[in-house]
């Protein structure tokens, strides 16, 4: 599989569109369109694969499922997983000939957007660093009442160093690196320990995200029963997600049916009381 310019150009616009201070804005960009899986949808329309790109999205997007940036603190940006490393685990899912719904095609997707993660902490912090300069300079015009000035660092600089960083990075690696990528099984026989590696490994990682997830949502251990009550459902009895939807709804159902009982004896209780 290959990327030719004007996909890589589109995917390094979409990278500097999309982040925590991109163009778009906070809502447009970072909650939505940045994340592996609505980006994997405009990835899939610009490589022409869309089908692909949602399996490898998905995957990808269980690992950094509760991801969250407090106070400007990333630890991966996500506009580079997306746009940098869903292309890339794109190529080398079919440069490999695995499945991209399989263990070892999702592993090897995982790996390689993980291994882009970091990349797009360095573009994300190189764009901040660039931020403070051009805030000293405003501060300095702002001495000086040079509104010019304070109009340029406060809305166009910004914007320029942001999209340099940003758009020269990913187009670079998305055109000259899947042809790296596409080539791993050349390289990394499918059955050597590298490539085995890798789908262990990537295999692991969406239990660190779900992990994560958890421990922000469970306030109480005995919370954690409902979680593996609905994994048991869907991994042992291969229920779907619709259908364990509908058997917690109807849990909650009884479980609201139980709860308004118990407080019907107590207030008729009450009553006799009185």
């Known amino acids: 599989m290959e990327i030719n310019i004007f996909q890589a150009l589109l995917l390094a616009v979409m990278a500097s569109l999309t982040s925590v201070i991109g163009a778009l804005g906070t809502t447009y ?7 592996p899986l609505v ?12 089908k692909t790109s949602i399996m490898v999205g998905a995957a990808i997007q269980v690992v950094y499922i509760a991801l969250v940036t407090p106070g400007g603190t990333v630890s991966a940006d996500l506009r580079a997983v997306s746009y940098i490393g869903i292309p890339l685990a794109v190529a080398a899912v079919k440069g490999a000939g695995l499945n991209p719904a399989s263990a070892q095609g999702a592993g090897l997707a995982v790996s390689i957007g993980a291994l882009v993660g970091t990349v797009g902490t360095v573009m994300f912090y190189s ?13 300095k015009a702002i001495d000086k009442l040079n509104y010019r000035i304070i109009y340029l660092t406060n809305f166009i600089f910004p914007l320029i160093s942001h999209f340099v960083i940003a758009f020269l990075p990913t187009f670079f690696i998305t055109y000259y690196g899947t042809d790296i990528v596409a080539n791993l099984k050349e390289w990394l026989p499918m059955d050597g320990i590298p490539m085995k590696t890798m789908f262990t490994l990537g295999s692991l990682l969406p239990a660190v995200g779900i ?11 005995v919370d954690l029963i409902i979680f ?5 459902l869907a991994a042992a009895l291969k229920i779907n997600l619709v259908g ?7 849990i909650a159902f ?12 107590k207030s008729a209780s009450h009553e006799e009381d009185l």
Request: aromatic share 14%; proline share 1%.
């Open 228 to 232: 593996f009550f609905g994994f048991t």
């Open 254 to 265: 009884l479980n609201y049916k139980i709860i308004m009982v118990g407080a019907g004896k």
């Open 211 to 221: 992990g994560i997830l958890l421990k922000q949502v469970v306030q109480n251990p």
């Open 39 to 50: 980006a994997s949808l405009v990835v899939g329309l610009i490589l022409g694969d869309v």
């Open 29 to 35: 960009s970072w909650y939505t369109l940045s994340r």
């Open 127 to 139: 764009t901040a660093t660039m931020n403070l300069i051009w805030q000293q300079i405003g501060w």
């Open 244 to 250: 364990a939807a509908f058997v917690g709804a109807m």
